[in-house]
Nanobody, 127 residues
Framework: QVQLVESGGGLVQAGGSLRLSCAAS????????MGWFRQAPGKEREFVAA????????KYADSVKGRFTISRDNAQNTMYLQMNILQPEDTAIYYC????????????????????WGQGTQVTVSS
């Protein structure tokens, strides 16, 4: 049974930082392409960042480029999202997603590329 568990969300002031973690189990993490998505109230889920199996290919949404950093530790079956210079528009539920089936290393921004999702962690940025 695949499980993705996010942690690290919370309330932070604008300009602050948070580090999200996604702990994965029930899949071969080192062979899974991974991603972060977010959903703000009243909006659709949107792509934030993605990282390939090896970690060598990374993609970011334009809105977070230069502020957020995605990384992974295959030995710990964990993915991270370091979020700096947070803004109120970053307020959302952040979801971890896994694609263990593609079979090759890629970083996809497409929602449909991912087979498994976590329950999400709330990030709230106050102005």
């Amino acid at each position: 049974q695949v499980q993705l568990v996010e942690s690290g969300g919370g309330l932070v002031q604008a300009g602050g930082s948070l580090r999200l973690s996604c702990a994965a189990s029930g899949l071969t993490f080192s062979r899974s392409n991974m991603g972060w998505f977010r959903q703000a109230p009243g909006k659709e889920r949107e792509f934030v960042a993605a990282i390939s199996q090896s970690g060598r290919t990374i993609k970011y949404a334009d809105s977070v480029k230069g502020r957020f950093t995605i990384s992974r530790d295959n030995a710990q079956n964990t993915m991270y999202l370091q979020m700096n210079i947070l803004q109120p528009e970053d307020t959302a539920i952040y979801y971890c997603a896994a694609d263990p089936r593609t079979g090759y290393s890629t970083a996809s921004s497409a929602y449909t590329s991912y087979n498994y999702w976590g329950q999400g962690t709330q990030v709230t940025v106050s102005s």
